[in-house]
């Protein structure tokens, strides 16, 4: 009987990625709760590695008629004291604990693994940003150069020599032209020749090989070939993100966690639009520091407030390590709005004429306590002079927040009163 | 001494050829199987997955429940809560066995042995298998399944697609004809002979005959209630064959999207009767032939040990008590029942001539195994098969378990000469498929009303319907039936203990 071995490992692998699909499609808004209440909990690198999401079972369930209760008859292995007649005390642990057949085990909340991709498109999907990344990445484009093929004329530094040869070649084995050992051979001949009459004729033939060497060119400018070089639209492929905040004594935990939450966002969203990402964390109260993350977010400061040492070393380190030309420089600003009254003015400066003129996007959060509402808020020092700068034309974006619930929203509204080019609206 | 079939633990093709080709031998010759021609098929870790999530089978139709399956499983293989079965066998001409590529070399004999000769040998030759499923044709059934499906999301939308497959997939268990030839009412063959019915009727008319003086007539309702009934082939347990007659409001595609998930239930309906018996079957022979290639010298002693590592593994029971238990498991039980009829067969004592006249002493072990495998279910072979001696054996019990009663659960009998029968007979019945699902069936439908359709359930032994289940499943059925439904539970005494009222969801916006 011939028996098939068959090997199918080489199949082209998810075959199940439609039906995944159509699972996560069906079960969207669970998938979507669930990825944002994870997405809480995590760092804000994290946010996009992906990883394992609960949801709650209900809604992806697949009913069938199931029977429960009444009374039960069951087989069982194992026994070891029991003689009929006895009875088993109820709901007591022991043998009563014992599961009958056909009773599965009811999931009632669903585990199961997003790839870093899903994750972030739910996560984003959400904010309803895609939209917004598609029309900005036009934005950000420069021109680039790529191969693309062999060109005929062009300059001397870019002559293909391996396209070259490969055609002189060609060329030369379809014009048969003489190989140099074949002349070799006869030029041995001709020496050996000791008859005359043949040594004419051998040298004839020698004449004849040595003129077609000469008609046909070892290489012709036919041969040449050049590398041909296009100018391709290239979208900078990296982008810098500074995160600046004030830890002064005034800023409260629930302060720094809705600035997390919105520099969490920034990334996530940076990420989608850019191959690389750079995160520079920078603190200050009244002097400015370069932090690593935990510090930003959890270190223990306290101080006066200047703002404008932020901002310098934000300057310097563009200056330093991100070139505007090469980076797409982004950067947020959190802040209670304290600042000393006499730093206004260095403050406004640094930022029209160093900062903006390099940045992409400068957003300018202010956070409140939780409960206060924006209209409680009164114009802080720092609302009022930003305020002040943007009525003169300056391209920032502020906002301010105060509950958790506002992150979203006010984060999605930045980026779309970008789009609609700086018109005031003041909420 | 024959030539080992591989050293080590690595295997390459040529290996599962001499592999197979052993195995085959011995499975020919010593056991005497009849098997359909096999063909093995090597895959990952990953594609074992997707099987998985599509009820084993090589190719289906799309749908989110196998996305989610498939994600379920990812998840806890992932985490290491879940290994992957060794092998998965598909009941088709050819037999296709898919082997995991980790296996190692005595890992993919014992595979071999197990899937493509034990279980393709049951699939060959046992009645329900024969009865029910189509192993030429299915694989080109679900072919035609997948692309008529897709076909179906072209043109008619997938949101109307994915409705009427949940609504299928949801009544699948009740999808299914449990006896055999049961004759179809041709309802085209009906219609033609009503017609010639008026036909005649017109021919004879007479004015006069209405002048006649008549008795009372007969309740002409009456009359037309068992008509109808016997027209829609009431009652019917079938629901998706039901409705996919006799639905009102259908369009004919959603009729075969109906037909489709009930082909594919019926396909699988003899396996869920004889998991017991196909794993004992599969068991016992992988055993066998593990066992003669060990002795004829072609695994060595430490290949064989590790066989018997994994073949421990997968016979393992344990007791009640144990944490680790869940029910019976069929490749302990079977592969049990499968060595204790060979022994009452070889050396039977005087109990089990007493208990298995038939088979005690007749020294044919494996006709007398064949005659088994060919003619029984899961639930009649216990009932007949099952030894006082394994009953002893596996210490096995029998619990009651009445919530009225006050004083607990009461244990009914026990592996003693009064408690056997007892004890097999319940056992038999725990895995009799006829018992296990709800038995509903559609008892009639309100024709000249309102078109409400009719269920009843049987209620046995007082078990009633998961409430929220039961309501999901029934607003599917309402929306395939397109008016009310309507579900009785019923008692034994048909006495009523709970009404469903359905009605169906409107449709949104009909394309």
Redesign the interface.
Known sequence: ?????????L?P?G??L??????????KSLVQGAVKKTSQERDIKDVLEGG?VTIPLDG?????????????????????K?????????SGQ?????????EGDSEDA????LSRDEFVDLFLDDLELPDLAKRKIAQTESEGIQRAGYTTSGSPANISVSRTVKLALARRIALKRPRKEEIEELEAAIAACTDEDERVVLLAELEKLKAKTKRIPFIDPLDIRYRRFETVPKPVAQAVMFCLMDVSGSMSEHMKDLAKRFYMLLYVFLKRRYKHVEIVFIRHTDRAEEVDEQTFFYGPASGGTLVSSALQAMHEIVRERFNPSDWNIYAAQASDGDNSYSDGELTGMLLTDKILPVCQFFAYLEVGESGGSAFDLSDSSLWTLYERLRNSGAPLSMRKVSERSEIFPVFHDLFQRRETSQEKAAP | MTERLFEGADWD?HT??RI??AC?EVAKNDLGLDVY????????A??M??AY??VGMPLFY???????H???H??SY?KGLMGLAYEIVINSS?CIS?LM?ENTATMQTLVIAHAAFGHNHFFKNNYLFKQWTDADGILDYLDFAKNYVMQCEERFGRAEV?RTL?AA??L???GIDRYPGKKKLDLRAEEKRAGRRRQHEEEVFNDLWRTVPAGKSKSRSALSVERRRKLLGLPQENLLYFLEKSAPRLAPWQRELLRIVRHIAQYFYPQSQTKVMNEGTATYVHYRIMTKLHQQGRITDGNFLEFLGSHTNVVF??????PR????NPYALGFAMMQDIERIVTSPSDEDREWFPDIAGKNDVMGVLRDVWANYRDESFIGQFLSPKLMRQ??????????EER??????????E??FRR?RR??A??HDVGY???N?EVVDVDLSGDRRLILH?H????????E???K??LQ?LADLWTYDVSLIEVDANDKVLREYVVSPRPIPAAA
Do not use: C
Not at chain 1, 82 to 90: A, C, P, S, T
Not at chain 2, 407 to 416: F, L, M, S
């Open positions: 009987m011939p028996i098939h071995i068959i090997d199918r490992r199949n692998g075959k199940s439609e039906n995944r699909q159509r699972f996560l499609r069906r079960a394992e992806m369930h697949e009913p069938r008629f199931r029977r429960e209760g009444g009374t039960r008859d069951m087989v069982l292995p194992g026994n070891k029991f003689v009929e007649g006895d009875y088993l005390q109820r022991g043998s009563a604990k014992d599961s009958g057949p056909g669903f585990r199961f693994v | 093709f599962l050829q197979t080709d085959e021609p096999n063909q093995i098929e090597v895959i990952t990953e594609q997955l997707d999530s599509s799309k749908h989110w429940s196998f996305g989610k498939f994600a379920y990812e998840a992932r050819p898919y590529e994915e949940d997939h949801a699948m268990s009740h029971q344990p007791e009640f008590d144990d238990f869940s029910g019976f596996l210490r096995m019990f029998h619990l009651h378990d009445d919530p004083a607990g659960i009461r244990v009914d009998a026990i592996h003693d009064r408690g004890v319940e056992l019945r725990q296990i699902d709800a509903i359930h209620v046995i032994k007082g078990a009633q319907l998961n929220t289940d039961a999901r499943v599917h």
